[in-house]
DNA sequence: CCGTTCAACATGAACGTTAATGTCCGGCCA
DNA sequence: TGGCCGGACATTAACGTTCATGTTGAACGG
């Protein structure tokens, strides 16, 4: 079945015991024509009893293409990106691609790193979430010629193709849905990470206020410490967001409502303001973002504005895909998807 | 800088470019002696001028190891998981290993598939998670040589080297805490699904109860159906418990305590402990499992047992590139890690 | 019956790297 | 001074594929 030494079998060995040369074996495996019927069925058959498996790295070499996805993503644990890893590894796998993942923890040494090992791959594309601290390792991916599609967070200065939510718009729509709750007054809980990401979520809640001609008083947009790097790739931390919340809480007047960042970050919101023996949503909303699974099932259960993960993830494979296969796509270069908010009891104040 | 048609330099254009061999380029990159001085510089410079990264391909189809490890992980969006893909990831990364990531859920078809492409790629060690619908698929990997290490599920007909989580002693300490917290009636909820690690946790279960004297009675573990499938890799449902908890809640006798096997049954059952204006821990304590990041933050805060995710997963590496390297570990073929029991509220009951 | 055609296969080269030998030449020692 | 050694490089082969191009032999038409 194997040969001695666990070797593996190759089209030689086919080859060598059924007296052909190792191209008819090649061509009668990949199902080209010009070989006999008889003649495949006898290689089909041999291959299946030595069990033959094909050397994906020699056949990369010559092809020029490892039929491998290169995915960089800066944390698995937040459950965006677990489900964007779901949706693009299961994409990749339908077209018959392996997923190369790397993790980079925000670091900009690691985001090198990884560009280098792509490149050392020979990857046949890439989608990554970029760390945003300068554009130049993933410079050298196109200058290569490496499909790269950027992926939640663009960088502008490469012209690549780029999917991600409508941050702007998802601030935009909870800050204005707390407004449309009777909110006046309302605080933003923010990650301290230079991303746009955040900027654009800040954005879509200054839109909001300004247009309702709500004033933005110093202190609205409150910044949450990141801890990353204490651990490998923590989750985000309820614990930090607690702590600016209960700074929050010592101020003379409190807001209406508080949009946060994220779910965690609504959740030692929810912490600090039940030490304070303030009601959600009675004393002060909260509005929640990512739509975690534990969310609807707080108590109150948390409005929150869901992010399409499943299908940024999905068009940063076809983007990827279309550009490895080289069509130009109808597509735009930059596509930003729309999240929905989700109305639950944490924003549902008794009139 | 590049050469034109964004085709990549090859250790040939650097040696063409300096007068070379081929072969004096590559020992002069890699480090080897029997190099100049003077030449070795010439040719770092020129590799550097040029922006030379080496095809791993090729060398892999040369040295025979493709300086990759394998992972195969049932679903991402569960967040032991994810930790154990950081981990693992960050381990192999500090070796210059990469790694190549399948996702199976839960489907014996895609665990197939997934161990014919880690032999098509020729990947230097696997790490797996399996579904334990049989050891077929894996069977041929170690035929043919290529070391694997099982994670979290064992497959014990296969001689592998194994590491994961103590899920008896994970489910024997939660239920005794619930026991010396006062419980007397323990309902368990698990999920449905034929698998080892939920058979284990039962089984301490089991022990802690018979040790204590108590008894279980028909019902006393409740299933929770498994909706995987519908979506991709969709991480657990709080819903499903959510039902199954008011099930339970219909019965005339309603048990001491529920010892949930994982914290989003948890999430669940207090919503259906909420709905029937039941008391955590005063009516009724709840112990989770997995202690993911919200625990902490419900209210009450959650009881849960805490699993080595971290501790697993670079064990897992560890005893791969043990196994790589050849050289027999003194470590034990089998090895379970104790989880810890977190105890917050949700047993807290005043006495 | 001969030239043409085409199916069915074989042969040789190439992909980019590493490993095993070869070759040259200067310097050392007896 | 002759033989030998070893440093510094070159040459050749190999890894397992695929692709481009040969080569055979049989079938076929005129």
Redesign the pocket.
Known sequence: MRRAGG??????DI?AAL????????????G?????????ALVRAEAERVG????S???S????SAMTFGLVITNPSNPFYAQLISSIELRAREHDYSLLLTVTDESAENEARAAESLLRSSVSGAIVVPVQAGADPWQRLGAVGVPTVLLNRDLPDLGYRFVGTDNELGGYRATAHAIACGARSIVVLEEDLPITTIADRIAGYRRAMTEAGLSMPRGSVMRVPTRRHDQAALPWQPQQAYQVARRMLRRARLPDAVVAGNDYFALGLYRALAEHGLKVPDDLMVIGFGDHPFSAFLSPSLTTVRLPAEEVGEIAADLLLEEIAGGRSARPLKQLIAPTLVERDSTARKR
């Open positions: 070797r593996r079998h190759t089209l030689r080859a007296n052909l040369s190792v191209n008819t074996v090649s061509r009668a495996l990949s080209k024509d010009g070989i006999g019927e008889k003649t495949r033959y498996v094909p050397n790295m020699a056949r070499l010559v092809t020029g």
